[in-house]
Each structure stands twice: as structure tokens, then as C-alpha cells.
């Protein structure tokens, strides 16, 4: 990946994003700690770098249990997640089985 400096008339925007899919916690911890370092955390798991580029890290289980098939352990998944920034596995599956 590449990218060309356009100078300060140019800034990055939430226009153009990556995200990071994460096989697991420690996946996601190691690209949030890097991306947030000199740059800022933001909820759902987006995060901008020192730069101003906006990424989304992602672990792959939070697609399982936001997709439950039980309707209410899917909005438990959601709604856990409104309330993070940087998305914890752990605290996914704790609130689907709270429900």
C-alpha cells in the first residue's frame, strides 16, 4: 500500500478507510495498540493513526455474534459493541450469554 502526500490542502478523511480483519483478541489488541499510538481511538472499533487515516480493527467473531440466529443475543452483540472503542472478544460473549 502507497500513498502520495498531497500536502496540508489534502488531508485524510473518514471518506477513505481500511479495515483489519482480526482472528482473535491478541490480533486486535496488536494492530489497535500500534494504530492508536500518536493517534486516536474512536468507538466500534475505529481508530484513527498518526497520520489522520481512519482504520477499523475488527475481530472476525464479532460478525458470528452480531449475526446470531437468536434475535436477542445478536442486539446484545450490537449493543455491547456501541459501547466500546477498541472491541473485546470477551465482552461480545459475555453480554450474548447474559441474555
Not at 488531508?11 to 495498540?33: G, H, L, M, R, T
Not at 446470531?68 to 443475543?73: I, W
Request: proline residues 5%; hydrophobic residues 35%.
Amino acid at each position: 500500500m502507497g500513498g502520495i502526500n498531497g500536502g496540508p490542502q489534502f488531508p485524510f478523511s473518514e471518506a477513505v478507510s481500511f479495515a483489519i480483519s482480526c482472528k482473535d483478541q491478541d490480533e486486535v489488541d496488536y494492530y489497535w495498540n500500534r494504530l492508536t499510538d500518536g493517534g486516536e481511538e474512536s468507538q466500534c472499533g475505529w481508530c484513527k493513526d498518526r497520520f489522520g487515516l481512519s482504520w477499523q480493527v475488527v475481530p472476525d467473531r464479532l460478525y458470528d455474534l452480531v449475526s446470531h440466529p437468536d434475535p436477542a443475543c445478536a442486539t446484545a452483540a450490537t449493543e455491547a459493541m456501541y459501547g466500546m472503542r477498541k472491541i473485546v472478544i470477551a465482552d461480545l460473549e459475555n453480554a450474548v450469554t447474559a441474555v
